[in-house]
């Protein structure tokens, strides 16, 4: 099973026409020996002979033809670049059954001199009277290029088939993270207008201070959100911002505290991946206490694994669910995650250690999001 695995990874890193060589060898081979076993069984000549022959006529023969219908491919996609088919090298059966035929009328001519020549004996393709002769060696010849021809076809259709469908799933991932993206930014927003609300009846002059900075963090924020990813530094710096939003309106009720390595600032992630956590440990976690708290974010490497930690010393998980809410952030956080990275991230939410609640994300660290 290792040696199958490695030799599939080892074929996979050839160029492009000596992977598709290798596959039609690969099929060629055990063919013209079969044919040579059989052809040796019913007339009784000797194999070794038999084998020459068999592999000079059969390798011609699918030489001319798939050079035949790769050659009449790319005529064809000149004037139609657009067509997959030809692209892949298929012109449609109705051009590849005459190449077939040709193919094999001029793999039988030359493959005999070949073989002939490779054997040191005076050797003829058959008079075409003798009509015995040349049905059994047209018609073997005509099924074993039909047999390999089908099968490549219908591998190509198959690639094809795959191609479209995982095509059709990264369009599908594509168009759920622009929608989960879509809904987390006036969420985000929705609840930092409620705060100003709150704000502007108890302190103005505050209230005004906090605007001039939510103008200023939702013009970066909105930017951000644009990209596939950013690097981890800028997650870092949104999240500065809106903290230093929020302590406008919690003033020493609020303190936060980020440890972010210069060796994963340019590590890429989604954008708003932790605005939602920080949201959390605010609304559920610093807000119900009256004493409020502190938030730590924090990134560290894994080996291949980016883990991201959002904590609080806040109410903590029973506290902050009987308070009520929609959990709308964490699963946006999860459903974005098995979006992006499926299996190989995982996302848990936990009570803290000594109170609170802690949040953590691992993803891959070179993942491209």
Not at 83 to 111: A, F, K, Y
Not at 312 to 341: E, I, P
């Amino acid at each position: 099973m290792l040696r199958a695995v490695t030799s599939m990874i080892l074929l996979e890193r050839l160029p492009q026409p000596l992977r598709s060589l290798l596959r039609q060898l690969a099929v060629a081979i055990p063919l013209c020996t079969f044919i040579a076993l059989f052809m040796s069984a019913v007339f009784g000549a000797p194999l070794g002979p038999m084998l020459v022959f068999s592999f000079s006529i059969g390798l011609t023969c699918q030489a001319l033809i798939e050079g035949g219908r790769r050659g009449v491919a790319w005529w064809l996609a000149r004037s139609r670049p657009d067509s997959e088919p030809l692209r892949n090298g298929w012109p449609g059966w109705h051009w590849t059954g005459p190449i077939i035929v040709l193919g094999i009328l001029g793999g039988v001519q030359i493959g005999y001199r070949m073989a002939s020549g490779l054997l040191g004996i005076e050797t003829r393709t058959p008079e075409f009277t003798n009509w015995r002769a040349w049905f059994v060696i047209l018609s073997v010849s005509l099924i074993a290029s039909l047999v390999v021809t089908s099968f490549f076809w219908a591998r190509g259709r198959l690639a094809a088939i795959e191609a479209k469908a995982q095509g059709a799933q990264r369009l599908a991932a594509e168009n759920q993270l622009k929608l989960l993206e879509s809904q987390l930014e006036p969420h985000m927003l929705f609840n930092t207008l409620a705060n100003l609300r709150v704000l502007i009846a108890l302190d103005p002059a505050r209230a005004q201070a906090m605007l001039d900075r939510l103008i200023a963090f939702l013009r970066a924020t909105l930017n951000a959100s644009r990209v596939g990813s950013h690097p981890l530094s800028t997650e870092f710096d949104r999240l500065s911002d809106y903290l230093a939003l929020m302590a406008v309106r919690m003033g020493p009720r609020l303190a936060f505290s980020f440890n972010l390595p210069d060796a994963l600032r340019s590590a890429p992630v989604p954008p708003l991946l932790l605005q939602p956590l920080v949201e959390n440990c605010i609304q559920h976690g610093l807000e119900p206490k009256i004493e409020g708290g502190h938030v730590d974010v924090c990134a560290v490497r894994d080996g291949a694994t980016l883990l991201l930690t959002v904590r609080d010393n806040g109410v903590g998980l029973a506290a902050g669910s009987a308070a009520g809410g929609t959990h709308f952030g964490t699963q946006q956080v999860r459903d974005r995650l098995a979006a992006l990275y499926g299996a190989a991230a995982t996302f848990t939410v936990t009570a803290a250690a000594g109170g609170g609640t802690e949040a953590r994300i691992a993803i891959p660290l070179h993942a491209t999001t």
